[in-house]
């Protein structure tokens, strides 16, 4: 009886940690659909014509089409990059782990206004065009170190004799891991894909030092139309 109590408020505890956590995100669902120019909660009334000057303007189509394009990017450069890092940070000799997982995790200590300055400055000294590839390579850089993260806590609870097993009985690095591996990640696998897509498409700033006003992201569009 006093575990299910326990295990009861539990759940409970869960559930409004979660919905104080999401409701407020979700105030801009009404808001989007406003007829009010300004943010006024709640609205006075409700229209879809704000998605239609959106979607009529061929400026902010080009400007989603442009972040969706670099978010994908970013997720097929950063999630198998993140996945074998993770996988070499769970195999590889203790000694060499932490100096690995710091040189990792490097991205995630320099503020993105100082890495985006700094990729300026060098696209300036190298004399390089900046354009979306850079975008999605800094990108990935941002990415990964999330993605690792993620599959490391992953690859923690992974357990290394289904692997053994796999060689044993004859299949090849390449089959273990998308027979074996991959599909018992697999939740992990989807939520890292997620949050390198979320990471690239919410990044603003260093995509505003590399392309601009020429071909802005929907971020940088945003940004722009509010300045």
Known sequence: ???????????????????????PSLVVVPLAFSTSQFLQFPP????????????????????LERSVIVAIFTAVISVPLGFAAAWWLIRAP???KRPLETFLL?????????FGFGLYVL??????????????LSHAVLATPLVVLTLTAALRT????????????????GRTVTS???PI???????????????????????????????????????????
């Open 44 to 63: 006075p009334g409700y229209s879809t014509g704000w998605f239609r000057e959106f979607f009529n303007d061929p400026d902010w189509v080009g400007a």
């Open 185 to 227: 990640i697999f939740p992990a696998l989807g939520a890292a894909t997620l949050i390198a897509l979320m990471t690239s498409l919410d990044e603003a700033v260093i995509a505003t030092f590399i392309v601009g006003d020429t071909t802005p992201t929907l971020p940088v569009a945003m940004f722009n139309s509010i300045t």
């Open 123 to 136: 696209t300036l000294k190298l004399n390089f065009q900046g354009g979306l590839p850079v975008v999605v």
């Open 1 to 23: 009886m006093k575990r299910q109590l326990l295990r009861s408020t539990r759940i409970a505890y869960s559930v409004v940690l979660i919905l104080f956590l999401v409701l």
């Open 180 to 182: 074996v591996v991959l």
């Open 106 to 114: 490097l991205p995630m200590m320099i503020p993105v206004v100082v």
């Open 94 to 96: 203790s000694r060499l």
């Open 158 to 173: 992974f357990d290394f004799r289904l692997v053994n097993a796999s060689r044993i009985c004859g299949a090849g690095v």
